[in-house]
């Protein structure tokens, strides 16, 4: 369905992107994954023309993209931001079905469907139809953004970061809920993600991506089993848990932010933070200027939550 | 207090037709303001360098003093309403340009993106966007204009166009604090509730499209009103018009009447109470107005250029200006009025029996005495104080240079002893003041009109 070939981008003297050659196919999870600056964005927005490539050609159904009208192009394609990016000005209901209203889809029809969508993640039409995104959590406005991203019932869904921002509860809760809706519907969702387990757990199949290149492209097995290089194999490193990372561990409620520096040790990782609370029931520790506070209940809570699931 | 009461009673009609007359300059100039500022505002929302050059442009015009931007328009497009709507609609542009530019630059970049890469029209994305989000800033915009319209508004009465700044004027000239009150107040008070009518509109946008229904629905019926009046035959009309204050007020009636005896059909408009001599001079060259009362001094030394010294004999005063004005401007000026006006120098009742002082060769004897309150021109002009030191051997202890209007007040509160006016001032008996003769026959100036 999407075919890149030889994709570069350079802006001014950086080369962004070089020699990509990727092919998804239709129907597919796909996940671009890698680290921050990677390029993986930049990938994804070649798909809707937010961004050209300077080289090479990018194909949707055997049609070069640049080709396509921009409008006709994005209006058949879903999009979920970071944040939800809900109209504020907007019902939930107008906001879910903007695109059919640039599509001239009549009143009634669009709020049908808007009843259905809403539905599809367990929001009550009759409670939520007619609210403000301002009066909803960030879970259930991430929920929103998604269906409002399958509006038209897009052939292509494209995705970028698109839970990085909510808690680890609700960014599983949100995973288990695009894998469910891709059951379902089976559009085509291009992922983008710097979180290799969320890949894993998502992708039918996942490309790495690493400062501008591509290293490996294959299913979560695949890459697992064989990484290709000592890259792909660090970064998929199943030896050490993604949850054995001190940022995000700064990311969950367990550690408290604090003003007061004093007594404070400066920490470097999470095997540091390992070796200092064993010495004391109570750590105060200074990461990236940030000041925290952490018990060693308030970490064996972590490890349980995070650990025990999988 | 009671008189105030009592003049708000008395003028009720008029006092209403002027609310009604500000309200409507004000309201027109506000919605052409909103119909420029807002769409130019919207196509340059994506132009930063035209749209910063747009808010320099309304920064200048802001900054021309409203009197002098009206005195520009006069030429261009007469008197009346339209400068005045021109004027108003000019400085209410830019406060709305500035926060509806400011409204659509403050949308969030990524909900911009978000619309764009829906594929979102760029209407749609205005008008489901952009616009909603920049709403409340753009109405705030619009309250600031209007307040500003509704304050400026009051000098437009000097060109003729009538409101509550008619009363204002009246109330300086004739130095009537009750005038002064009605015009001060009223719109102060239009100021204020209009601004009020505003918010409350601006809450939701449920009432903001009605309001604006409501608007377009009395545009078109004025609209058809003026041009069903524009197909009516139109008999012979004449505009007359006169400075401000009650002598030219009573000429211009006077005329009015004698026009509507001669032709029963006439149509005669009286423009009272303009501001300042250009004004007019400048409407009567343009046809705007037919006739106004001048002074034949007024005429060599404003408005005609000539090399000779204004002649002491009224007759060869009258014939010097009718000749200038016919060949400088092709102007009529027609034979002067039965009765004199001139400079005259008056004292208290008291002061006059105190010293024994009736005509003007008595003042000498008092010079030291003397506190006098001159108008600007007299106290400097060959024709004034200047020349009857001379005639008169005159030099008064002290000499207050105040405005015109202020002289009256001045004398009535004792701060001076003698004043210089007019000889046909109603205040003169309104003080129970004492008119100095000129026994020397030193001054004369004498009412002349178009």
């Known amino acids: 369905m999407i075919h890149y070939q030889d994709v570069g981008m350079k802006y001014g003297e950086n080369t962004i992107l070089e020699h990509i050659d990727l092919e998804i196919d239709a129907g597919e999870f796909f996940v671009l994954v890698g680290p921050s600056g990677s390029g993986k964005t930049t990938l994804l927005r070649m798909l809707n023309q937010l961004t050209l490539p300077t080289q090479g050609d990018i194909y949707l159904n055997n049609k070069k993209i640049k080709e396509y009208d921009k409008q006709k192009l994005r209006l058949n394609t879903g999009y979920v931001l970071q944040d939800s990016s809900l109209f504020p000005n907007l019902t939930l209901e107008d906001n879910i079905t903007i695109q059919l209203e640039q599509l001239g889809v009549t009143k009634e029809k669009r709020r049908a469907r808007a009843a259905e969508l809403l539905k599809a993640v367990e929001l009550d039409p009759e409670v939520f139809a007619k609210r403000k995104p301002a009066e909803l959590s960030g879970g259930q406005k991430q929920r929103v953004a998604i269906v409002r991203a399958l509006a038209t019932k897009p052939d292509l869904v494209l995705m970028d970061e698109s839970f990085s921002a909510l808690d680890p509860v609700l960014r599983r809760q949100s995973q288990d809920l695009i894998l469910d809706l891709h059951q379902k519907l089976k559009p085509t969702i291009v992922f983008v993600t710097h979180d290799m387990q969320e890949a894993l757990r998502l992708g039918d199949r996942i490309a790495v991506i690493h400062a501008g290149h591509l290293q490996q492209v294959g299913t979560p097995m695949q890459i697992m089993q064989y990484p290709a290089n000592e890259f792909v194999k660090d970064f998929f490193d199943p030896e050490c848990p993604h949850f054995w990372n001190l940022e995000y561990l700064l990311q969950t409620a367990y550690p408290t932010k604090i003003a007061d520096t004093k007594n404070a040790v400066e920490l470097e990782s999470f095997d540091d933070l390992l070796t200092q609370l064993q010495k004391t029931p109570e750590l105060r520790f200074t990461y990236q200027a940030q000041t925290y506070q952490l018990t060693y209940q308030g970490l064996l809570a972590y490890l349980a939550e995070q650990g025990g699931r999988r | ?450």
């Open chain 2, 1 to 450: 207090m009671a008189k105030l009461i009592e003049t708000l009673s008395v003028q009720r009609t008029e006092i209403l037709q002027a609310l009604g007359q500000h309200l409507a300059i004000s309201l027109i100039s506000l919605v052409i303001a909103i119909l420029i500022a807002v769409p130019l505002a919207i196509s340059l929302r994506d132009r930063p360098f035209l749209g910063e050059a747009g808010l320099q442009v309304a920064g200048i015009i802001q900054t021309i003093p409203s009197l002098a931007l009206l005195g520009l328009l006069i030429p261009l497009v007469g008197i009346g309403t339209v400068p005045a709507v021109i004027a108003l609609t000019l400085y209410a542009i830019m406060p709305i340009y500035q926060n509806t530019y400011a409204g659509l630059k403050n949308v969030d970049p990524n909900l911009k993106e978000a619309a764009q890469a829906f594929g979102l029209s760029r209407f749609k994305q205005l008008q489901r966007l952009e616009f909603p989000l920049a709403l409340p800033l753009i109405l705030s915009g619009i309250r600031i204009a209007l307040v500003m319209v509704i304050g400026t508004a009051t000098l437009a009465a000097f060109i003729g166009a009538g409101g509550l700044g008619s009363y204002i004027m009246l109330g300086i000239q004739q130095n009537n604090n009750d005038y002064l009150l009605i015009g001060g107040i009223l719109s102060a008070a239009l100021a204020f509730i209009c601004s009020g009518l505003l918010k409350f509109i601006g809450k939701n946008s449920r009432r903001i499209y009605v309001t604006l229904a409501f608007l377009a629905l009395l545009g078109a019926g004025v609209g058809g009103v003026k041009v069903y009046e524009t197909l009516q035959p139109k008999p012979v009309k004449v505009v007359i018009a006169g400075k401000l204050g009650s002598e030219p007020e009573i000429l211009m009636n006077m005329y009015k009447e004698l026009i509507e005896q001669a032709d029963p059909k006439a149509e005669v408009t009286l423009k009272p109470n303009f501001g300042g001599t250009t004004f007019l001079f400048k409407a009567l060259q343009k046809g705007q107005v037919d006739i106004y009362p001048e002074f034949t001094g007024t005429v060599l030394e404003a408005l005609v250029d000539h090399d000779k010294k204004t002649p002491s004999d009224p007759k060869e005063t009258y014939t010097l200006a009718q000749k200038q004005l016919s060949k400088q401007y092709d102007l009529r000026y027609l034979k002067p009025m039965a009765y004199q006006n001139g400079y005259d120098l008056a004292v208290t009742k008291e002061f006059s029996q105190k010293y024994n002082v009736t005509k003007l060769s008595d003042l000498a004897r008092v010079n030291a005495k003397i506190h006098a309150g001159f108008d600007p021109d007299f106290s400097n002009q060959e024709d004034g104080y200047l020349g009857l030191k001379q005639a008169y051997d005159l030099d008064f202890g002290k000499v207050s240079v105040m405005e015109p209007a202020l002289r009256y007040q001045a004398i009535a509160q004792k701060k001076v002893n003698l004043v210089d006016g007019y000889t046909t001032d109603p205040q003169v008996r309104q003080y129970d003041l004492v008119v100095l003769k000129d026994d020397k026959n030193f001054s004369h100036r004498i009412k002349g009109h178009h």
